[in-house]
């Protein structure tokens, strides 16, 4: 649906030029919610401009539902335009006309007839839980509710993909929750294609299939959600999955283990079905092996859960050997874990 093919762009500012796109590459499948996480100035805002076009890549070539942009005749580009809405942190209302109004106005302006946007507009404000503002001015209404305007405005010309920039970043938990309920909607039920920015990790688990990570104009790295959070390899990504999955020891358990000098510790991780397999039991019976639980965590991602147990293990060392085997085979890996 969306593919960046070895993507720069150099901003030139009073002589000082800023490479804030180095070399992406990128694919978003149709269906796909595709979150891009990364701290304040990784590039990610310029990143969803390339794929409106509000930016133009310096280099490297942008393809939109199998058209590449650069190629596309004003006309033609002003169409693929149509396909793709957007929204923002500060939700650009516009302060003096009415919500209907508001959402209206990409049909006011494609001209189409008052009876259709009339229609529109309504199925629109009911689909995001605002039927009763039609009336009400922007001023009038709360953060959440200004943002699901703002969302029933990027549907109105029927996109076929829905860019947010930081969409839910000005809204408190609760808010942001319900947000995200609601563009898990508008992929479901209407089929769009969301491709989502971030600076929150809790974003990308609660929605996303897929993300990529930013740094300093790169993509860092990039696949499934529970392949990325399962296992990140990069010290930003490492950071970013800490912040919803505690799979690091707490320094309180780490300064009582160093107190009490304990050798075979091993951290445990697992991700979807093999987190809920009787590891434990075989460990125990089948191995013959001591088990102490030092610290747990799970979490819930994807309708999948990944696990993360930190382990005291005593036992013959051929036991381990054979134990370490089966985990292996059941996809669960297996580190030692030196205080
Ligand atoms: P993010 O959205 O991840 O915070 P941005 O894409 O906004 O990052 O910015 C990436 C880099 O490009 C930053 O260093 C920023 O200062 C620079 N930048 C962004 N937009 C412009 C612009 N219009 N002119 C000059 N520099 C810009
Ligand atoms: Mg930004």
Redesign the pocket.
Known sequence: MITLRNVT?T???KK?S????KKINLQIEQGDIYGVI????????????LVNYL?RPTSGEVIVDGKHLAELSPHNLREIKKEIGMIFQQFNLLESKTIFQNVAMPLILAKKKKAVIKERVTELLAFVGLADKAASYPSELSGGQKQRVGIARALASNPKILLC??ATSALDPHTTQAILDLLKKVNREYGITIML?T?EMAVIQQICNKVAV?EQ?NIIEQGSVVSVFGNPKHATTKGFVQTVVKNELPTSIKTKLSENVITQLYRLDMVGDHATEPILYHLFHTFHLQVNVIFTNMAEIQDSVLAVWYLEIEGDETNKQRAWSFLAEHDVKVEEVTI
Do not use: C, F, P, Q
Not at 38 to 49: D, F, I, P, W
């Open positions: 762009k901003y030139h500012r000082i800023t490479e804030a796109l990364g701290y304040s100035g990784a590039g990610k805002s310029t990143l969803v401009r930016e920039d930081e920015i600076h930013m104009g």
